[in-house]
């Protein structure tokens, strides 16, 4: 699928090659990831910036990180193969255009979680519930 035709929204959770360092090499993995934040005023807008999900579980009750079963709605609705957690530390901005698929999408109350632990990781006010 073209991401020319591919919409793309806060929630997504697509398939990536997510950038990442290792042994002081620039690297990309194919891996999930979270859309949390696409340009709504400008859909022509060639970059979104997306949140890691990984399988480690490592750390997963830190307040900028959400564990997402599977089995659960979540879990189901994202698309997920795995007990996953979502890292709201390891945020990139990309280009659409290195979207592979979209898998699925996480609903909105689990969204304004994740506004939360945005909101942790970048060291911001924690906004008001909804």
Known sequence: ?????????????????????????FQRKLRPAVVVQADRYNRRRSAVIIAAITGMRTHA?????????????????????????????????????EIVRRLGKFPDDFMRRAD???????????PARR
């Open 1 to 25: 699928m073209s991401t020319m035709t591919l919409e793309i929204s806060r929630g997504d959770v697509v398939l990536i090659a997510f950038p990442f360092v290792a042994d002081g090499q």
């Open 61 to 97: 009750r830190l307040p900028s990180k959400l564990a997402v079963e599977k089995a659960s709605p979540e879990g189901r609705s994202a698309g997920l193969k795995l007990d996953s957690v979502v890292d709201c530390q390891t945020l990139a901005t990309l280009p659409k255009d």
């Open 116 to 126: 939360q632990a945005l909101a942790d990781a970048l060291g911001l006010p924690t």
